[in-house]
């Protein structure tokens, strides 16, 4: 699964919905890859190592919406 980032000057910070629930918090934007199918199976490896609440499903990232983003709870 090649990662890609979007362009320079990235920001790799998300504030998302925590699963289940209405309050934000800052999400790290972990890997970026211009394929949501292979954004979604990086998605389900991290959910098997980290556990889903950790890890955030593929969005689109910040500054192109044609990559997308798989963000971690780093806390």
């Not at 504030?15 to 890859?33: I, M, N, S, T, V």
């Not at 389900?44 to 997308?68: I, K, M, T």
């Amino acid at each position: 699964m090649p990662q890609m980032l979007p362009r320079n000057n990235v920001n790799r910070w998300y504030r998302l919905p925590l699963p289940g629930d209405a309050q934000k918090a800052d999400w790290f934007a972990e890997r970026y890859f211009d394929s949501h199918s292979e954004a979604l199976a990086y998605w389900h490896q991290r959910c098997d190592e980290l556990g889903f609440n950790r890890v955030y499903p593929p969005r689109p990232s910040h500054e192109n919406q044609a990559v997308w983003a798989v963000c971690i709870e780093t806390e």
